[in-house]
């Protein structure tokens, strides 16, 4: 019976390492960019390793290039799992904002310049909420996301100096519903004509209020990107 060697074992650990990264990179597609990255990272790797590892086995040379590429192929894999994971979850979790945000725009979009969420949370931020789609194959699908927490008027102000100077927002005049087109639903009725109902639906009991007086800024795409900022409550709402 033939034994097994730390070779045989180090050989089938890369083979499965590969496989994860080819296949999972097919139905992990939330964070496409990223796992092309990795997917790519990892056949680099690999081709370093079969060029180097004979003489490593017989030899003891190319050490630190075995060792280096080992660590690189091991992040490669963590970072191939942990992306999705951020975009999928971690909802109410203000610590892992940043890195939730990266793994949007970047594994979604592709390192798209996003200038409508904000790069960090401001230090007052309360009720908060962040939720991301990932890139999935489907017609008419686009991954947004949406945040909400309340905060300073100070900050709020800050967010709407920042739109304003955005040359593609618009500013738009808030109006609300009228009572008689919802007779039979009147859910709708704290939403203003200019929020999306997709974001208004996606926001929860504590953040829903009079947003009679909320200012909203739009910017107009394909698919409309924006934020509400209503300095009565200190809600400040952003979808993408």
Not at 66 to 87: F, G, Y
Not at 217 to 236: E, I, Q, R
């Amino acid at each position: 019976m033939k034994k097994t060697t730390s070779r045989d074992i180090l050989h089938a650990l890369n083979m499965l390492i590969g496989f994860f990264l080819l296949m999972g990179g097919i139905w992990l597609v939330c964070t496409l960019t990223i796992s092309l990255t990795m997917i790519f990272i990892e056949i680099v790797v690999n081709f370093v390793l079969v060029s180097v590892y004979e003489k490593y086995f017989l030899y003891g040379r190319f050490r630190k290039t075995v060792i280096t590429m080992r660590v690189i192929a091991v992040t490669a894999l963590i970072a191939a799992i942990v992306s999705p994971i951020m975009v999928m979850k971690f909802d109410k979790t203000k610590l892992l904002y940043p890195v939730k945000r990266f793994c949007y725009s970047y594994g979604v979009y592709g390192g798209n310049k996003n200038k409508v969420l904000p790069l960090f949370l401001p230090k007052k931020c309360n009720n908060y909420m962040f939720i991301t789609q990932g890139s999935f194959p489907a017609q008419d699908y686009h991954p947004s996301a949406y945040l909400a927490f309340h905060t300073d008027s100070e900050t709020l102000k800050e967010y709407e100096n920042h739109f304003d100077l955005l040359d593609s927002a618009e500013h738009k005049v808030t109006h609300m519903p009228d009572k008689e087109n919802y007779i039979n639903d009147d859910s709708w009725l704290k939403c203003p004509e200019e929020l999306p109902r997709h974001v208004f639906q996606r926001l929860e009991h504590e953040h829903i209020h009079n947003f009679e007086k909320a200012i909203i800024y739009v910017v107009p795409s394909y698919y409309n990107k924006g934020c509400m900022l209503d300095y009565d409550s200190g809600l400040a709402v952003f979808w993408y």
